[in-house]
């Protein structure tokens, strides 16, 4: 099930318009997120490109199936899109990114367990 966050361009990024999880580079928006096993993926269909904010923060995963959660993702073609660091929020106030996860958590591989397809 695809989440809807969008912002427009000329809006600033703020939390209730979608800029808290980052927004496209280009555009300054985002089409919202889909969950792929525990990881949620937000992205940008216009310049094609996504990027995942984390694994777990949202409980809609809970929710869904995984053939449910590939539909989606197969319906996006989110495995075409490139993956980017979003414009957003100042530093503090951003996730980690999977390199830095596995750097803090060696034992732990974020790429094995949450997302399965």
Same mark, same amino acid.
């Given at each position: 099930?695809? $989440?809807? &966050? ?19 580079? $280009? ?11 525990? +990881? ?8 094609r490109?996504?990027?995942?904010v ?5 409980s +809609? ?15 996006i073609?989110?495995g ?5 660091? /979003?414009?957003g929020?100042p ?10 996860? $596995?750097?803090?958590? /060696?034992?732990? &591989? /974020?790429?094995?367990d949450?997302?399965?397809?």
């Amino acid at each position: 099930m695809q $989440r809807k &966050h969008e912002t427009a361009s000329d809006e600033p990024m703020t939390w209730e318009n979608g800029g808290y999880w980052g927004v496209c580079p $280009r555009c300054r928006r985002n089409d919202g997120y889909i969950n792929a096993g525990r +990881s949620h993926w937000f992205f940008c269909k216009e310049h094609r490109v996504k990027w995942c904010v984390g694994a777990n923060l949202f409980s +809609s995963w809970r929710h869904e199936t995984e053939a449910e959660q590939r539909r989606v993702y197969d319906e996006i073609g989110l495995g075409e899109f490139e993956q980017i660091e /979003p414009l957003g929020l100042p530093e503090p106030r951003r996730t980690d990114t999977q390199s830095e996860q $596995r750097a803090k958590y /060696p034992d732990h &591989h /974020p790429d094995d367990d949450e997302m399965p397809f």
